[in-house]
């Protein structure tokens, strides 16, 4: 009896076996075939990036979305390169032409009553103004106009929002792509301000690198800043009107045609109320520091334009990112 149990169990044990080899020969073919079929792929055509890496802190998964929403805004910069140079350019070459060009051509120059020194000294002033403004339009239009249409109709800030870092930090992505923008800006526009202009008119420049390196960042960011705040609190229908009453004013009202220290002849009572009211607008400091940075003209003290610079350039950041929380949570 105990020798037949013994056998039954010897010739059960290869037969209760068999699956279990089966089924490992099969994972083992496969795997062997899923790995040639992998590197029978190209490596061009293979994803250059891993996935959502497992164990990855919140600062990195920011960090790399911060940086594909730059790429990304930076690739449409780089497709649509024709129109931003085009748009960036027209106004201020404009400007240029007619005032330092036709005007003293027909012999209508301003400044033109101290001959051709009093309009060059004309042509230092407008320059510095012609970069702080181009620098300004550029903030508004590439920050402000392009949310108007992504909280609007095509609603694209949702898939910004969707991406694995804070709301805050989709907000100054668009501030920092709408600061580069403004800088590739000013290096466009200035060459058109310095060369275009009419025979014997000559801007006396003289560029302090120092003042210039640090207020150009100071200058880009304020101006993405506040179109940022302007986009986040200016309906999508109200946009148009947004240049009529918003930025026109303060082009006109910002130091682009003139210095701030002339405005102390334009007096009520002897108080210079003009020179007075410009102060609350953030474009008079920043043409004030281009002539300081680029021309020989009078210009308002850098003590007093770095500091207010930068404090209007943290609450337009700051009101631009509650803005901007506001309108993406609601």
Same mark, same amino acid.
């Given at each position: ?13 290869? =037969? ?10 099969? =994972?083992?073919?496969?795997?062997? =075939? ?190 993405? =800043? ?105």
């Amino acid at each position: 009896m105990t020798d037949t149990v013994s056998t039954t169990t010897t010739v059960a044990s290869p =037969s209760s076996e068999a699956p279990a080899a089966a089924s490992a020969a099969a =994972s083992a073919a496969a795997s062997a =075939s899923s790995e040639s079929a992998a590197s029978a792929i190209p490596a061009k055509i293979q994803p250059s990036y891993a996935g959502a890496e497992r164990g990855r802190s919140a600062a990195n998964a920011s960090r790399s979305a911060f940086g594909a929403l730059m790429q990304r805004d930076l690739t449409v910069l780089k497709k649509n390169l024709g129109e931003f140079v085009g748009r960036t350019i027209i106004q201020p070459f404009l400007l240029v032409f007619v005032f330092l060009y036709v005007f003293p051509q027909i012999g209508q120059g301003i400044g033109g009553a101290g001959g051709k020194a009093g309009e060059s000294a004309f042509a230092s002033v407008l320059i510095a103004g012609v970069v702080g403004i181009s620098i300004m339009f550029q903030g508004i239009m590439s920050v402000a106009l392009p949310m108007a249409t992504e909280f609007g109709y095509t609603k694209e800030i949702e898939d910004r929002v969707l991406a694995p870092m804070p709301v805050s930090l989709v907000a100054l992505g668009k501030v920092a792509a709408g600061a580069v923008q403004g800088l590739i800006a000013a290096c466009i526009v200035f060459p058109v301000a310095r060369f275009v202009h009419a025979t014997g008119v000559n801007a006396h420049l003289s560029i302090q690198w120092p003042i210039l390196v640090t207020l150009l960042p100071i200058a880009c960011v304020m101006c993405a =800043s506040f179109g940022l705040v302007l986009g986040t609190r200016v309906e999508p229908r109200n946009i148009s009107a947004m240049f009529g009453f918003i930025v026109l004013p303060m082009t006109f009202l910002g130091g682009t045609y003139y210095t701030w220290t002339a405005l102390e002849h334009v007096k009520v009572f002897g108080f210079p109320w003009l020179q007075t009211l410009v102060l609350v607008n953030p474009l008079i400091y920043l043409t004030e520091g281009f002539r300081a940075a680029l021309t020989t003209s009078s210009h308002m003290h850098l003590y007093v334009i770095y500091p207010v610079a930068l404090a209007i350039t943290g609450v337009l950041l700051w009101q631009g990112i509650v803005g901007f929380k506001k309108r993406v949570l609601a």
